[in-house]
């Protein structure tokens, strides 16, 4: 069974930085692609940047060159750093990770527990 864990969130005042991270933890799995989400009170979840395994990235539009999406493959890790954050970042932030689980033989799409971001002054 692979297990995600996020950490970094937390309170920052507009235009701070914060550093998210997602480890995935298991046995006999592969990880594919891995990608930060997030979603506000009442909206809708909201893809924010994705990571391939060749480390081609992409972001979602709003977030014009503010964050940079990471991972660490001999941790199991993405990262995502957010700098210049606004308060309309404030959202939960989740990781979804595609892996493949081997011993199961099945490709599966997980998300972490998700890690709470406030922009406020």
């Known amino acids: 069974q692979v297990q995600l864990v996020e950490s970094g969130g937390g309170l920052v005042q507009p235009g701070g930085s914060l550093r998210l991270s997602c480890a995935a933890s298991g046995s006999r799995f592969s990880i594919a692609a891995m990608a930060w989400y997030r979603q506000a009170p009442g909206k809708e979840r909201e893809r924010v940047a994705g990571?391939?395994?060749?480390?081609?990235?992409n972001y979602a539009d709003f977030v014009e060159g503010r964050f940079t999406i990471a991972r660490d493959n001999a941790k199991n890790t993405v990262h995502l750093q957010m700098n210049s954050l606004k308060p309309e970042d404030t959202a939960g932030y989740y990781c979804?990770?595609?892996?493949?689980?081997?011993?199961?033989?099945?490709?599966?799409?997980?998300w972490g527990q998700g890690t709470q971001v406030t922009v406020s002054s």
């Open positions: 990571i391939t395994s060749g480390g081609t990235t």
């Open positions: 979804n990770v595609a892996l493949i689980d081997h011993g199961l033989g099945v490709s599966v799409s997980k």
